[in-house]
């Protein structure tokens, strides 16, 4: 359960660490799996979780150079392990987590970016180096991580086929760039990559639904 908490304003106790005043923060399922299964992660109660946030530099270690007070940065840094989440007025955050935020997103959009940025940018470059001219199937296209996987591929100059569940979900993936939309309650989804590929298969599948669409 989630219990508003008055407490002490956060110190820098590293030099690489900044003093954030969070302007918005983002909400993940990891949140809620954090939340449901404590004696999973390493939290120590009372916590302040979360993991995405945004907002202002309130002070700066003696390391760190690339930031200073006054900055509006965005970050991503998990409220368990020693560490405090998002879910607060003021954060203290390494500052190897922390980035610029960039001008054309509000604190609000910002907030929501970084974990699902992340995830995407990790399975797609880091493991599978997604290049031009490749076969990309994204599941769940319209979902937080595929979303953003399908935009991280097409400027790689991949091709994407993606799944979705509604027409409206659809409009929205061809919007960002999409080739290929399949709806999977009313399709056959190896079928239809099959007949998109020539029968060749994709070259690389992200799969972010897991169980049975892995197996498929």
């Known amino acids: 359960m989630l219990t508003l908490r008055e407490i002490k304003r956060p110190t820098i106790t590293r030099p690489d660490q900044l003093l954030v005043r969070l302007e918005?923060?983002?909400?993940?399922?990891?949140?809620?799996?954090?939340?449901?299964?404590?004696?999973?992660?390493?939290?120590?109660?009372?916590?302040?979780?979360?993991?995405?946030?945004?907002?202002?530099?309130?002070?700066?270690?003696?390391?760190?150079t690339d930031f200073k007070p006054g900055d509006a940065v965005y970050y991503c840094q998990c409220g368990f392990g020693g560490c405090q989440g998002n879910?607060?007025?003021?954060?203290?955050?390494?500052?190897?987590?922390?980035?610029?935020?960039?001008?054309?997103?509000?604190?609000?959009?910002?907030?929501?970016?970084?974990?699902?940025?992340?995830?995407?940018?990790?399975?797609?470059?880091?493991?599978?180096?997604?290049?031009?001219?490749?076969?990309?199937?994204?599941?769940?296209?319209?979902?937080?991580?595929?979303?953003?996987?399908?935009?991280m591929a097409k400027q790689a100059g991949a091709q994407v086929c993606t799944t979705v569940s509604t027409p409206e979900k659809g409009e929205f993936v061809k919007q960002l760039g999409a080739d290929k939309v399949i709806f999977y309650r009313d399709e056959d989804v190896i079928q239809a990559v099959s007949d998109w590929t020539e029968g060749r298969g994709v070259d690389i599948a992200f799969d972010t639904v897991g169980e049975g669409v892995f197996e498929q």
């Open 24 to 64: 918005a923060a983002g909400i993940n399922p990891i949140d809620t799996k954090i939340r449901s299964a404590l004696d999973r992660f390493p939290v120590q109660m009372p916590a302040i979780l979360g993991c995405d946030g945004a907002g202002v530099i309130e002070a700066i270690g003696d390391s760190v």
């Open 87 to 151: 879910y607060a007025e003021y954060a203290v955050v390494d500052q190897n987590f922390v980035a610029h935020k960039p001008e054309s997103l509000s604190f609000i959009e910002a907030a929501a970016a970084p974990l699902v940025l992340i995830t995407a940018w990790e399975s797609l470059f880091d493991r599978v180096a997604v290049k031009n001219d490749l076969n990309v199937l994204i599941h769940a296209g319209a979902g937080g991580v595929g979303h953003v996987a399908i935009q």
